[in-house]
């Protein structure tokens, strides 16, 4: 079955930093990858997505880029902020399985003020 | 606007007892309805998923069960508790033809 794994497992940096949260994943016949926020005592927050048909997706701070040939996800966040502190999942789900989600490893993120 | 609930908040349960955890979501018809657990300090796992009342498919055996007796309830159960039942239960939703799934606050298990 698919396997989702995420680098680095956890970081520190600096309020203002930019951080790089790296998603690999095995099954070619994945399509659709979520990725979403889990913040300590909250609920999972879904923040950005991409297909497979797509290289580059941009949501204000968050840019995620897709390399289909390699099965390799970026999560590049700018100008982090304590807010962005928080446990990140990237997750991917396979064509013709509309149910079905792999979540990656995590990767748990500290921005120091 | 949807919402998603989940009850209790929390459980400290014995080991061997029985459980029952609940999820509601309001504001929407028919959804897909899915249950993950999460280790504490681990990735989420696929459990099991409804597309409609009535029909539960299982991901994963962990020697639990669930049923979905109304469209927007969805309940996870065991008669038997294992030390291994600890974690993080969540529910999510997604609308029929649309990709995203919504989690809901979770419930949090304790096993002894």
């Known amino acids: 079955g698919e396997q989702v794994e995420q680098l680095p497992s956890s970081l520190i940096v600096q309020e203002g930093a930019s951080v790089l949260i790296n998603c690999s994943y095995t099954?070619?016949?994945?399509?659709?990858f979520p990725w979403y926020k889990q913040e300590p005592g909250k609920r999972l927050q879904f923040i950005i997505d991409?297909?497979?048909?797509?290289e580059r997706k941009q949501n204000q701070r968050l840019t995620l880029l897709f390399d289909k040939k390699t099965k390799h996800l970026s999560l590049h966040i700018t100008a982090t902020q304590p807010g962005d502190s928080a446990i990140y999942f990237c997750?991917?789900?396979?064509?013709?399985?509309?149910?079905?989600?792999?979540f990656g490893t995590g990767t748990s993120l500290l921005v120091d003020p | 606007a949807q919402t998603i609930h989940q009850w209790p908040v929390a459980e400290i349960k014995a080991v061997g007892s029985p459980l029952s955890l609940g999820c509601t979501i309001k504001?929407?018809?028919?959804?897909?309805l899915y249950w993950y657990w999460q280790a504490t300090g681990g990735t989420l796992q696929q459990l099991f998923y409804?597309?409609?009342?009535?029909?539960v498919e299982s991901v994963v055996q962990l020697n639990l069960s669930a049923s979905r007796p109304k469209d927007d309830q969805f309940i996870l159960s065991t008669e038997k508790l294992l030390l291994s039942h600890s974690g993080f239960y969540l529910c999510?939703?997604?609308?029929?033809?649309?990709?995203?799934?919504?989690f809901g606050p979770g419930t949090r298990l304790l096993v002894l």
């Open positions: 409804s597309i409609t009342v009535g029909q």
């Open positions: 991409i297909r497979s048909n797509m």
């Open positions: 997750s991917a789900r396979p064509r013709n399985m509309g149910y079905k989600l792999t």
């Open positions: 504001g929407k018809s028919s959804p897909n």
């Open positions: 999510a939703w997604r609308d029929w033809g649309k990709d995203t799934q919504y």
């Open positions: 099954d070619s016949a994945s399509v659709y």
